[in-house]
C-alpha cells in the first residue's frame, strides 16, 4: 500500500490531543499546527483513523500544497497536481474553500479556479469534456492561509463528531468530539469514578463510555471514503473487525450522569442504549447541590450552563459559587470544568492548577482543571 500525506482536522486548543491519539494509533511520523495534525499513513490509515479518531474533525487527504500570489498561479499549480491518480471518471468533486491573510482573498473564485483546473487535468485522461458528476462523492477544499495553498480531499463526509447515537438533541448539545477532548485531557481511566452533574443528553458519560470500553466511536456511522475505489472495502472490513475484537465487554464502569431536567434525562438514556453503553452508565435526575459519593477518589467532569442569554447572568454566577461549595466536600476528587466566565475561578472560590483555552461552538471558554491527590498505591505482596 502506498504512503501518503493525511490531516486530521480538529478545534482549536485540541491539536495535541489529536496527535497523542494518532501515536496511539502508531503513526508518529506527524505535524501538529493550528486545528490540524498532518501525517503520515497508507490506504488501512484512511479507515483506522475516521473510525477511531475521537476528538478530530475529519481526515483529508492532502493532494499539495503550494504558494499562491495570483489566480495563474492556483490554477497551474493545482492543475499540476495527481487529481486523476484520485478522482474516477464518474466522481462529483465539489469543492469548498477558505482564505486568511492571503492575498487571493475571494473565496467563491478560488473555488473556481481549482474546480476549472481539476476539471482541465481530469479532461487529459479521460479524454472527454463534460463530467456528469453522477458517482462517488470526493469533496474537495482549497485552502489559503499566508498566501500558502493546501489542496485535500475529505474522506469523512458528515463530521466525526457524527458518532451515529445523538439522534435526538437538547438545547445548545456539546459537540462529541469535546467531550471526548475533554475526558482525554483529564487522563481519566475506566477505573476511577467519573461524575457529570450537568449531564444533559449524556454525551460527556457517553464519550466516557466508549473510552472506558475501548469502543471505536466510528463503528456506527459510514464515511466517505467507502464508496472510493482507491480504497479496497476489505481495508474497512478489517478495521472495523479489529475494533470490535478490541472491545472490553466486561469491564466494570463507574460512570454517573445527572441534571434536573426530566426530558434531557430520557435523551441521555436513549442516546446510550442507541451508543450500545446503556450498561456502562447510571443516569438520574438530580440536582447539582445533591451530588455526593461514597467513593473516596474520583473525576467531576463538566460542562454548566455559560449565562450567554440576557437575564441569565446573575443565575449562573449563582450557579457557580454553589459549585465551589459542593465540589469542596469532594476533597479528594479532581474537578474538571468548561467555562466561559471570565471570573469562573473567582466566583468558584478556587484558582485551577491548569487552565487550556478551548471553543464550545463559537464560544471562547477556558477547561479549568483542579488537581485531587492520586489514591494510594497498593502494596504489592511477597519479598522484596
Known amino acids: 500500500m502506498s504512503k501518503m500525506q493525511l490531516i486530521a482536522t480538529s478545534t482549536f486548543g485540541i491539536e495535541a490531543v489529536v496527535g497523542r491519539e494518532l501515536l496511539k494509533l502508531g503513526y508518529q511520523d506527524q505535524h501538529v499546527e493550528n486545528g490540524k495534525v498532518t501525517f503520515s499513513g497508507d490506504e488501512s490509515a484512511v479507515c483506522r483513523t475516521n473510525l477511531w479518531l475521537r476528538s478530530a474533525d475529519r481526515v483529508l487527504v492532502k493532494i499539495g500544497e503550494f504558494k499562491a500570489l495570483t489566480f495563474e498561479e492556483l490554477f497551474q499549480q493545482t492543475k499540476a497536481l495527481p ?60 485552502g489559503l492561509l499566508k498566501d500558502m495553498a493546501t489542496l485535500t480531499i475529505d474522506t469523512t463526509g458528515a463530521g466525526l463528531h457524527k458518532r451515529g447515537y445523538r439522534k435526538l ?127 473516596k477518589y474520583g473525576f467531576i467532569i463538566c460542562n454548566p450552563p455559560y449565562g450567554e442569554r440576557l437575564g441569565e447572568a446573575k443565575e449562573v454566577e449563582k450557579l457557580y459559587r454553589q459549585m465551589g461549595t459542593v465540589f469542596k466536600t469532594l476533597d479528594t476528587w479532581s474537578y474538571y470544568v ?31 482543571q483542579f488537581y485531587g491527590p492520586p489514591p494510594p498505591r497498593i502494596k504489592e505482596s511477597g519479598s522484596a
Open 83 to 142: 487529481w486523476d491518480e484520485w478522482i474516477p471518471e464518474d466522481a462529483q468533486f465539489p469543492v469548498d474553500g477558505k482564505s486568511i491573510d492571503s492575498k487571493l482573498s475571494s473565496v467563491p473564485d478560488c473555488q473556481a479556479i481549482v474546480k476549472k483546473a481539476v476539471v482541465e487535468k481530469l479532461k487529459q485522461k479521460y479524454r472527454k469534456d463534460w463530467f456528469d458528476e453522477s458517482g462517488p462523492l470526493y469533496r474537495i477544499e482549497v
Open 169 to 295: 438533541v437538547s438545547g445548545a448539545p456539546l459537540k462529541e468530539t469535546l467531550a471526548a477532548a475533554m475526558i482525554m485531557i483529564s487522563r481519566w481511566n475506566h477505573e476511577r469514578v467519573l461524575i457529570d452533574p450537568f449531564c444533559g443528553s449524556g454525551t460527556i458519560p457517553i464519550e466516557a463510555a466508549l473510552i472506558g470500553m475501548n469502543l471505536a466511536p466510528g463503528l456506527k456511522r459510514p464515511f466517505t471514503a467507502e464508496s472510493w475505489g482507491n480504497i479496497p472495502s476489505g481495508l474497512w472490513k478489517q478495521a472495523r473487525e479489529e475494533a470490535l475484537d478490541t472491545v472490553c465487554k466486561d469491564c466494570e464502569l463507574r460512570i454517573n450522569g445527572s441534571d434536573i431536567d426530566d426530558e434531557v434525562m430520557s435523551l441521555a438514556r436513549y442516546h446510550a442504549r442507541e451508543a450500545g453503553v446503556e450498561k456502562s452508565l447510571h443516569f438520574q435526575r438530580m440536582a447539582m447541590s445533591d451530588i455526593s459519593s461514597r467513593f
Open 338 to 368: 468548561l467555562a466561559s466566565h471570565p471570573q469562573f475561578e473567582s466566583l468558584f472560590g478556587r484558582r485551577a492548577d491548569k487552565k487550556r483555552k478551548l471553543y464550545n461552538g463559537r464560544i471562547m471558554c477556558n477547561y479549568y
